[in-house]
C-alpha cells in the first residue's frame, strides 16, 4: 500500500531535488577548488531534523568534507538495516554550453533541470521527501533504515564513503544491503515493453598514472631518449587497443532477458551491433563487454625548445569483475617495464539477481506500472557502492524512474542539460515509498 498523503510527499520531493540543485556543489577532485558541499549536507542535516530526526554529522577526512548519517529503527529488530545512501557532490557544469543555467534548478516543460539532476540529487530529494514523512506521521518500516547523504563520491569517495567506511564504520552497523544510484530507470524496448534496469555489478576503476623518464636536452639537438615520444607511442598503444570480450554474470543475463522480452539476438560475433540496436544506453552497455583504458590527460614539457626529462599521461581504466590479474598481464605486455605507474584504484563488484530485496523493487514497480520488467546489469562506471562492497553490504542500483521513451538518459550523465523529468521523480517517490515499507 502507498502512503495516504504519497502525492504531497512527491510534491515536496520535487521542490527538494530543485532546492538541492540551486546548492552548488561542483567537485573537480580538487579539494581546494570545493565550493558548497557543506552547505548541500547542513540543508540535509536541517531537514531532518527539524522533522525529529538524531543525526550524525561527519566532518571526513580532515578536509573540510561533509556527510549526514541518519537511522530510522524498524518494526522488527531482529532484521538487518537497509542503507539509502546518496552522493552530495556534482561534477562541474560550464554554465555557457547549457539552455538553463545549470545551477538554477529550473522546473520548466515539465523537468527539473541543473547539474545532478539524475546524478545524483534525484534521489536525495525522494530519499529526504520520504525520510521526513515517514518521521512526521511515526510509520515505522519493517527494517531499519539508514539514510546517508556523502560526501565527495565524484572524485572516488576518498573523503567521503571510502574514509567514513575506513574510519567509522560503526555508522553502518546491522545493515546487510544498500540502495543508491544508477539504478531503477525504464528502458523502452519496444512500445509496450518497459524494462526496469537494476544495477547488480560495477567495472571496477582504475585511475593511472603513466610516467616516462628520458634524457632532456636542447630541441634543436639529435635525442634518441626523448620522454615526449616515448610517453606518446604508450599512450597511442594503449588507447588503440581493444581488450577481450567476456560475458559476466550480469551482463549474459542481460541480455537474455532483452531477448525473452524483445525477441533480439546477441550473437557473440556481432555482440557490439546487437548492443547498438539498444539506443543510447548501449553507450554503457557497450562497455561493460570489454576493459577498457581511455588515456584522458597528458603532462609534458615547458618550452619548446626544451625536451623535458619526465613526461606523464593519465589514463582511465575500467575492469569487469573477476579481470584484474589478466588485466594487469595485458598492461605489462603492452607498456613494457620501463614506463612508470601509479594507481588509484577501485574494486569491480557484481551481486545476484536474486532474493527479498530485489522481489521488493520488482512488485513496487509493478504497483505502479504494470507493464514493468526488471532486469539486472552491470554499470560501466562506478559509484559509492563498491566502499560499502568493503563491509560486506550487497548493494543495488534503484533510484526508480520512469522516463518517456525518446529521452536519452545515458547522455544526461555529466551532460549538458542534465534534467529529470517531474513525472518521473513523482513515480521514484511513490515507488520508494512502497519498497522502503514493505522490504
Ligand atoms: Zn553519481
Redesign the pocket.
Known sequence: MPSPDIAAVADEAVTLVSELIQIDTTNTGDPDTLVGERAAAEYVAEKLTEVGYEITYVESGGRDRHNVIARLPGADPNRDALLIH??LD?VPADASEWSVHPFSGAIRDGYVWGRGAV??KDMLGMTLALARHYKRNNIVPPRELIFAFLAD??AGGQYGAQWLVSHRPELFEGATEAI???GGFSLTLTEDVRAYLIETAEKGIRWMKLRVRGTAGHGSMINNDNAVTKLAEAVAKLGNHQFPLVLTDSVREFFAGVSDLTGLEFPEDDLDGAVAKLGGIARVVGATLRDTATPTMLNAGYKANVIPSVAEATVDCRILPGRMAAFNAELDEILGPDIEREWLELEPVETTFDGPLVEAMRTSLLAEDPDAHTLPYMLS?G??AKAFDKLGIRSFGFCPLRLPPELDFAAL?HGVDERVPVDALKFGTRVLDRFLRSC
Open positions: 546518496g552522493h556534482v546524478d545524483m563520491e565524484e543508491s544510484e544508477v562506471g559509484t559509492d550523465f
